[in-house]
T-cell receptor, first 118, second 113 residues
Framework: AQKVTQAQTEISVVEKEDVTLDCVYE???????LFWYKQPPSGELVFLIR??????QNEISGRYSWNFQKSTSSFNFTITASQVVDSAVYFC???????????????FGTGTKLQVIP | DGGITQSPKYLFRKEGQNVTLSCEQN?????MYWYRQDPGQGLRLIYY???????QKGDIAEGYSVSREKKESFPLTVTSAQKNPTAFYLC????????????FGAGTRLSVL
């Protein structure tokens, strides 16, 4: 069974502060994928990143960075110098191997609501 | 612009009524999905379809039905058997070559009158 835990329900930071969103996962698959999605107030989820289980390199994209550590089953997301536009709900998700039908179930965490205060 | 269009944005259901949520995509994606989102919860899969005229139940299919007559369209019907339909419903589709990167519509918020 797959499980994704986002223990932080809500976080508030003042603009320009750095913030880290935690994600811990459980899976028995040796090949798996991890994701982060952003859900702004408009409602649609926006894909941010996908990493596979064989690639533990940290990734940086502008003010966003991701720290993947298999040893602790974590895939944390850091926003540097936060801005008001970063206010949203952020979901971590996990997908396992393809089943025989080519379908990969995606398990979502419960989300972390980030509020950036101007 | 390519994307996923969900309509209506808000929908109200009366007791005993079936309602249908629309989902249309022009991304040429093969697979489409319906999720339900409740406050403080993650997304739960209702139904998915990998190809036209075929669909599979997800984790919470009871009280819902779908059809996939066209590649572009995957409507979801919330039937009267669904006793707690109030939620935010999201439709998604996936790239043909990367079946786990999901692209989402803007959602439909369903409430019971």
């Amino acid at each position: 069974a797959q499980k994704v835990t986002q223990a932080q329900t809500e976080i508030s930071v003042v603009e320009k502060e750095d913030v880290t969103l935690d994600c811990v996962y459980e899976t028995r698959d040796t090949t798996y994928y991890l994701f982060w999605y952003k859900q702004p107030p408009s409602g649609e989820l926006v894909f941010l990143i996908r990493r596979n289980s064989f690639d533990e390199q940290n990734e940086i994209s502008g003010r966003y960075s991701w720290n993947f550590q298999k040893s602790t089953s974590s895939f944390n997301f850091t926003i540097t110098a936060s801005q008001v536009v970063d206010s949203a709900v952020y979901f971590c998700a996990l997908s396992g191997s393809l089943n025989s039908g080519g379908y990969q179930k995606v398990t979502f965490g419960t989300g972390t609501k980030l509020q950036v205060i101007p | 612009d390519g994307g996923i269009t969900q309509s209506p944005k808000y929908l109200f259901r009366k007791e005993g009524q079936n309602v249908t949520l629309s989902c249309e995509q022009n991304l040429n994606h093969d697979a489409m999905y319906w999720y339900r989102q409740d406050p403080g919860q993650g997304l739960r899969l209702i139904y998915y379809s990998q190809i036209v005229n075929d669909f599979q139940k997800g984790d919470i299919a009871e009280g819902y039905s779908v059809s996939r007559e066209k590649k572009e369209s995957f409507p979801l019907t919330v039937t009267s058997a669904q006793k707690n339909p109030t939620a935010f419903y999201l439709c998604a589709s996936t790239l043909n070559g990367a079946k786990n990167i999901q692209y989402f519509g803007a959602g439909t918020r369903l409430s019971v009158l």
